[in-house]
């Protein structure tokens, strides 16, 4: 025995207490699944009930439609007896199938009027069921008020603003700003992220609108890659990302690392290739000290005559010549037999100077000696001439 209409929709109202705005058969298939399922749906507020029937009082399975992205009409360009929507949820794609295409019509027109809480435009409906549209919409306000708003804080003062009003407000203290901050528009920051995307996928950048940031992305999806842009306001404590749920954090670098992490890690900021070197360039050559010629030594001077004394072969050869610390000596083969040459060199020329002045020294000896010897041999001679005289 089939249980009345009545007492099921009474049965249904102790689950949830979400007000019933439109119920009606369809077909639902998801991605992963083949062929579409028979169901019975109900959609209360912004949730999509699904019953096996009509006649069963609890739910089989329930969509949220919060969570939706989108919602597209597959083949719009062709009229078909059957109308399918394309639902993007955050978890998961789903295909609602409707074999009437005016119930497919109202359908829509539901769906989006909850989750946009306006009603949409260009909706093939009768003048009845946009008025029914209008008790959805003023109900679903009644039950969820839009919250306001806090006022946006004053513009960044690195941010420009673009159009300098007469009286600015104080300018509020710069953020920690991010290394993929780039001051470009949208279509420049989405150029950037199409021509180079080896360098990462999101740029955060000024928004157009003042105190504002915004955040694009590139994405890659099953279809290819999309980009994105999101917005992100600045608040007194922290950042509101503007998403269907908004989302707040305290610091930019967090909003990066919110969307990092909902994209399991798949996305990455963008960070420009830094210059690197083409060339080496030769170091000079460490300073060498010259052995053959080694720097003159400033002798003070003595403040009594020295005495003169003859100089010995150890005194005549130069003093061998230290490097100085904090240098270094090159050692050469040709340069050591220079450097023996020139140490012979120096001791023969000492050793040819001291015989010529032993020469010169023993020949003035002998004329003094034969100077000596001639007068005495003639003071010898006037003695025995004057003697002999006598």
């Not at 969509?63 to 639902?87: C, G, H, V, W, Y």
């Not at 074999?99 to 009027?113: C, H, Q, S």
């Not at 003093?319 to 000596?329: A, D, F, G, L, Q």
Request: neutral net charge; contains cysteine.
């Amino acid at each position: 025995m089939s249980v009345h209409p009545r007492v099921v929709y009474k049965r249904r109202e102790t689950i949830t207490a979400l007000p019933l705005y439109y119920s009606g058969d369809l077909l639902k298939k998801q991605s992963k699944e083949k062929d579409f399922k028979k169901y019975y749906g109900e959609l209360r507020g912004a949730t999509l009930f699904l019953y096996k029937d009509d006649t069963q009082d609890t739910y089989t399975e329930k969509l949220d439609l919060e969570q939706l992205k989108s919602m597209e009409l597959d083949s719009p360009n062709q009229r078909k007896s059957a109308t399918i929507f394309n639902l993007t949820l955050h978890t998961d794609d789903v295909q609602l199938k409707l074999d009437n295409p005016d119930t497919g019509e109202e359908w829509k027109g539901y769906i989006l009027t909850v989750i946009k809480k306006e009603i949409p435009n260009k909706m093939q409906l009768l003048p009845g069921q946009l008025l029914q549209l209008q008790e959805v919409l003023a109900q679903e306000k009644r039950r969820n008020p839009p919250t306001p708003r806090p006022p946006l804080p004053p513009r960044p003062s690195f941010l420009a603003s673009p159009s300098a009003s007469a009286s600015p407000s104080p300018p509020k203290a710069n953020p920690e700003v991010p290394a993929c901050f780039f001051n470009v528009n949208r279509q420049e920051a989405e150029r950037m992220l199409e021509a180079n995307p080896e360098y990462g996928s999101m740029i955060l950048r000024p928004s157009t609108l003042a105190n504002n940031y915004a955040l694009t992305l590139r994405q890659l999806m099953p279809s290819g890659p999309v980009m994105k842009n999101y917005r992100v306001t600045s608040i007194n404590t922290g950042f509101v990302i503007e998403l269907d749920t908004a989302v707040t954090v305290s610091s930019l670098n967090d909003v990066l690392k919110y969307f990092i992490e909902k994209t399991e890690y798949r996305l990455h900021p963008y960070m420009s290739s830094q210059p690197y070197d083409t060339c080496i360039d030769a170091s000079p050559a460490p300073k060498c000290i010259s052995i053959t010629s080694p720097t003159p030594k400033t002798v003070p001077k003595a403040q009594v005559a020295p005495m003169l004394r003859s100089k010995t072969k150890d005194e005549l050869l130069p003093p061998p010549t230290k490097p100085e610390e904090s240098e270094y000596v090159v050692p050469d083969a040709h340069d050591d037999h220079q450097l023996k040459l020139g140490q012979l060199d120096g001791e023969l020329r000492e050793v040819l100077k001291l015989r010529r002045e032993i020469i010169y020294s023993a020949a003035d000896e002998d004329e003094a000696y034969e100077n000596q010897t001639s007068k005495k041999s003639h003071s010898s001679a006037a003695q025995w001439a004057t003697k002999t005289a006598e």
